[in-house]
Protein backbone atom coordinates (compact mmCIF):
# COMPACT_ATOMS: atom_id res chain seq x y z
CA UNK A 1 0.00 0.00 0.00
CA UNK A 2 2.76 2.15 0.80
CA UNK A 3 4.15 2.07 -2.84
CA UNK A 4 0.56 1.72 -4.48
CA UNK A 5 -0.41 5.44 -2.76
CA UNK A 6 2.97 7.02 -2.40
CA UNK A 7 3.90 7.06 0.92
CA UNK A 8 7.04 9.44 1.16
CA UNK A 9 8.31 7.84 4.26
CA UNK A 10 8.09 4.20 2.93
CA UNK A 11 11.98 3.13 3.37
CA UNK A 12 12.15 4.98 6.32
CA UNK A 13 9.20 2.64 7.63
CA UNK A 14 10.79 -0.15 6.45
CA UNK A 15 14.10 0.50 8.22
CA UNK A 16 12.65 1.05 11.21
CA UNK A 17 11.18 -2.71 10.95
CA UNK A 18 14.04 -3.93 9.93
CA UNK A 19 16.25 -1.99 13.08
CA UNK A 20 12.99 -4.28 15.12
CA UNK A 21 13.69 -7.45 13.94
CA UNK A 22 17.98 -6.71 14.48
CA UNK A 23 16.44 -5.85 18.12
CA UNK A 24 14.47 -8.49 18.45
CA UNK A 25 17.19 -11.33 17.17
CA UNK A 26 19.80 -9.54 19.25
CA UNK A 27 17.88 -10.05 22.29
CA UNK A 28 16.79 -13.54 21.54
CA UNK A 29 20.51 -14.61 21.39
CA UNK A 30 20.70 -13.23 24.63
CA UNK A 31 18.23 -15.53 25.99
CA UNK A 32 19.35 -18.48 24.35
CA UNK A 33 23.09 -17.75 25.98
CA UNK A 34 21.51 -17.11 29.66
CA UNK A 35 18.24 -18.11 29.89
CA UNK A 36 17.93 -17.15 32.97
CA UNK A 37 19.50 -14.03 32.81
CA UNK A 38 18.43 -10.41 33.63
CA UNK A 39 17.14 -9.20 30.01
CA UNK A 40 14.14 -8.33 31.13
CA UNK A 41 14.97 -4.62 31.71
CA UNK A 42 15.82 -4.70 27.99
CA UNK A 43 13.02 -5.93 26.82
CA UNK A 44 11.01 -3.60 28.95
CA UNK A 45 12.89 -0.65 27.53
CA UNK A 46 13.01 -1.76 23.91
CA UNK A 47 9.01 -2.86 23.74
CA UNK A 48 8.25 0.84 25.57
CA UNK A 49 10.51 2.88 23.13
CA UNK A 50 8.78 0.34 20.52
CA UNK A 51 5.28 1.24 21.40
CA UNK A 52 6.00 5.15 22.44
CA UNK A 53 7.72 6.13 19.01
CA UNK A 54 7.34 3.82 16.17
CA UNK A 55 3.47 2.63 17.13
CA UNK A 56 1.99 5.75 19.01
CA UNK A 57 3.53 8.04 15.85
CA UNK A 58 5.16 6.46 13.34
CA UNK A 59 2.50 4.00 12.18
CA UNK A 60 0.09 6.35 13.17
CA UNK A 61 1.46 9.03 10.39
CA UNK A 62 0.94 6.41 7.80
CA UNK A 63 -2.33 4.87 8.55
CA UNK A 64 -3.74 8.95 8.57
CA UNK A 65 -2.08 9.47 5.28
CA UNK A 66 -3.38 6.13 3.67
CA UNK A 67 -7.04 7.19 5.15
CA UNK A 68 -6.51 10.70 3.63
CA UNK A 69 -5.89 8.67 0.37
CA UNK A 70 -9.29 7.13 0.97
CA UNK A 71 -8.30 3.65 2.28
CA UNK A 72 -10.90 2.07 4.31
CA UNK A 73 -10.02 -0.16 7.37
FE1 LIG B 1 5.22 0.08 11.54
Same mark, same amino acid.
Given at each position: ????????????? +? %?????? @?????????? #????????????????? +? %?????? @?????????? #?????????
Amino acid at each position: MFAEYGYADSEEH +K %RQHNEL @IAQVVELKEK #FMVNPQGTISADLMLFL +K %RWLTNH @IMRTDKEYSE #FLISKGVKY
